[in-house]
C-alpha cells in the first residue's frame, strides 16, 4: 500500500481552503463536502486512506440522491478511503473543474459520472498525463483514446430501452392490441447523456418492428420531476390520444402523472393511458403496486461497493474488466409486491 502522508496532508490543507470556501457558501466549483472531522491530525492508519475524488452530476433525481448515498457509504474512512465528494449542479464545467481539482491536489483515483457524452478528452488527457486512474460510474462518455479512463460500472441503458419495449409488446399481445394503432410519447432524459441515448434506441429498436406503434413526439424532460410536468402538459395540449408515456426516469413520471391527473386522465392498469417508467425508485414501485404505473424498469444506482471492489483490484495490481454492468429487473404489478420491502432505496 503506497504512502499517502503527503497527500493527506496536502488533501487536509485543501480541505480547509474548500471548507473555508463553504462556510461562506459553496465550494469552488460546485459543492465540496468532505468526510467529517477532516481536521484532525493524520495518524498512521489515516496516512494510508485511499484518497478519491467523486464528481456527482447532481441532486436531479431521487435515483440521483440513492446513488450519492451508496458512494457515500462505500467510500468511508472505515473501509480505507477519504473522499472528497463534488456535487456539480448538472453542469458539465463544474464536473471539469473538480477533476481539474482533483488532480492538483494529486488524489490516488478520480471518479465520476459524466453528465453527457461529449467534451472530456482534454481533462481526461490531463488527468491521465498526472498519473491518476480515472473510473466511470453510471454514465459513458465517447472519447478516442479509450486509455483515457481505466473502467466503467453502470447499467445497460439499451437493454433497459429494450426491455421496456419488450414488456410493452406482451403487454399489448395480452390485451389483443398488437393490431391496434398505438400512439406513444416520450419523455426523454438529460440530451446527449449516454443513459438517454440508449434508452432511446433500446426502446425504438422494438418500436420498428411494430409498424402500428406511432412515436408521436419525444422530449426532454432533463430527468427532472418538474420538468416532467411542464412537458406532459404540453404533450397533453398538442396530441388527442395518447395511449402510452415512455418516461425515462421515475422523477419526471412523477411530474407527468400530474399533468395527467389535472386533465382528467387516468393511467395504468384500469387507466385511459399505459405508463412506462425507468429507475424502480421505491415511491415508484408503491405506484407499480397500485397499477398506477404499468412497468417500472430498474436502474441500480448502489454503485458504490462495485467501485471499491474494482479499486481494490486496482491497488493489488490485478486486471478490471473495462466494462461492468449491474444487475437490473423489471418490475410490474404482477411481481412487485414480494420486493417492497427489501429494496433499499
Ligand atoms: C441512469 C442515471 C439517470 C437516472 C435518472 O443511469 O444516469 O440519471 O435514470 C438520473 O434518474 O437523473
Request: glycine share 8%.
Amino acid at each position: 500500500m503506497k504512502n499517502r502522508w503527503w497527500k493527506r496532508l496536502l488533501s487536509v490543507a485543501v480541505i480547509c481552503v474548500c471548507t473555508s470556501g463553504l462556510l461562506a457558501g459553496c465550494g469552488p466549483f460546485g459543492d465540496v463536502t468532505a468526510q467529517p472531522d477532516d481536521l484532525e491530525t493524520s495518524s498512521d492508519e489515516e496516512e494510508d486512506l485511499i484518497v478519491v475524488g467523486f464528481s456527482q452530476i447532481g441532486s436531479e433525481s431521487v435515483w440521483r440522491t440513492a446513488n450519492s448515498a451508496s458512494i457515500q457509504k462505500a467510500f468511508s474512512r472505515e473501509n480505507g478511503f477519504f473522499l472528497e465528494f463534488n456535487n456539480a449542479r448538472q453542469k458539465q464545467e463544474n464536473q471539469i473543474k473538480a477533476i481539474r481539482g482533483f488532480i492538483s491536489q494529486r488524489v490516488d483515483y478520480i471518479v465520476f459520472s459524466p453528465v453527457t457524452e461529449d467534451g472530456w478528452e482534454t481533462v481526461l488527457q490531463e488527468a491521465k498525463d498526472a498519473g491518476i486512474p480515472v473510473i466511470l460510474v453510471d454514465r459513458k462518455v465517447v472519447v478516442e483514446d479509450e486509455s483515457l479512463y481505466t473502467t466503467w460500472i453502470g447499467s445497460d441503458a439499451e437493454g433497459e430501452g429494450e426491455k421496456a419495449g419488450i414488456w410493452l409488446e406482451g403487454y399489448l399481445e395480452e390485451a389483443e392490441r398488437e393490431d391496434e394503432s398505438i400512439n406513444i410519447v416520450v419523455l426523454q432524459g438529460t440530451p446527449e447523456a449516454s443513459v438517454q441515448l440508449g434508452r432511446t434506441i433500446g426502446f425504438e429498436s422494438v418500436a420498428a418492428n411494430h409498424p402500428n406503434w406511432r412515436i408521436l413526439e419525444q422530449k426532454s424532460a432533463d430527468f427532472t420531476n418538474a420538468k416532467g410536468e411542464e412537458v406532459m402538459d404540453e404533450f397533453i395540449k398538442k396530441y388527442q390520444d395518447i395511449d402510452v408515456v415512455v418516461s425515462q426516469n421515475d422523477d419526471m413520471t412523477f411530474g407527468a402523472l400530474k399533468a395527467l391527473e389535472a386533465n382528467g386522465i387516468t393511467t395504468g392498469v384500469d387507466g385511459d393511458v399505459i405508463v412506462v417508467s425507468f429507475d424502480a425508485v421505491h415511491e415508484a414501485l408503491e405506484l407499480v403496486q397500485h397499477g398506477i404505473i404499468n412497468v417500472d424498469v430498474e436502474c441500480n444506482p448502489e454503485q458504490g461497493d462495485y467501485i471499491v471492489d474494482i479499486i481494490r483490484k486496482l491497488e493489488n495490481g490485478e486486471p478490471v474488466r473495462k466494462e461492468n454492468i449491474v444487475e437490473e429487473q423489471v418490475f410490474t404489478p404482477e411481481n412487485v409486491e414480494q420486493y417492497l420491502d427489501t429494496r433499499t432505496y
